[in-house]
T-cell receptor, first 110, second 110 residues
């Protein structure tokens, strides 16, 4: 699905650095999500947004922040990266039914 | 909040046999239950879904059943093929907030 894009696709950073992951969608969906995937832990919800003025914490929001710059853009920031934030991060969108995922960003924090 | 448990975590089946993955959820307000397949290195993709007013849904070799009273739902794959090897995730939608199970690694051996 080129409808949901994420940048960068891979990123290596150091402990303490600030990093931003970006997500854009052309599906016209109002709902956007950020998930983190770790082996054996599935997909855990970090933050979600139902429209530009609505931001909600998920189950693992500590250490993360988000910005919904427009209906089509939802970015995730790590204010001060730590090694246990090394994971695969997925942005997703929904028009009210199922969730569509972006290609993922593999983040490594050294 | 919603909690989704998925079993088993790994499942090895002979080609041609059936595979069954089970999930339970906790929030009785959940009313939509999608299943996703994630192949190695790729994003999760929707394969089938079921709404709370339906007890069973079938799409070729894949079927999903839902028991609202017991709060559990299952994925059934019949006549498994090597290309069914992947990680499968169940999810429950509670007011637009999708919670995922931890995933099941399915390996189909020829």
């Amino acid at each position: 699905d080129a409808d949901v894009t994420q940048t960068p696709r891979n990123r290596i950073t150091k402990t303490g650095k600030r990093i931003m992951l970006e997500c854009s969608q052309t599906k016209g969906h109002d709902r956007m999500y950020w998930y983190r995937q770790d082996p054996g832990l599935g997909l855990r919800l970090i933050y979600y947004s139902f429209d530009v003025k609505d931001i909600n914490k998920g189950e693992i929001s500590d250490g993360y922040s988000v910005s919904r710059q427009a209906q089509a853009k939802f970015s995730l920031s790590l204010e001060s990266a730590i090694p246990n934030q090394t994971a695969l991060y997925f942005c997703a969108t929904s028009g009210g039914a199922s969730v569509f995922f972006g290609p993922g960003t593999r983040l490594t924090v050294l | 909040g919603e909690n989704v448990e998925q079993h088993p975590s790994t499942l090895s089946v002979q080609e041609g046999d059936s595979a069954v993955i089970k999930c339970t959820y906790s929030d009785s307000a959940s009313n939509y239950f999608p299943w996703y397949k994630q192949e190695l290195g790729k994003r999760p993709q929707l394969i089938i879904d079921i709404r709370s007013n339906v007890g069973e849904k079938k799409d070729q070799r894949i079927a999903v059943t839902l028991n609202k009273t017991a709060k559990h739902f299952s994925l059934h794959i019949t006549e498994t093929q090597p290309e069914d090897s992947a990680v499968y995730f169940c999810a429950a939608d509670s007011w637009g907030k999708f919670q995922f199970g931890a995933g099941t690694q399915v390996v189909v051996t020829p």
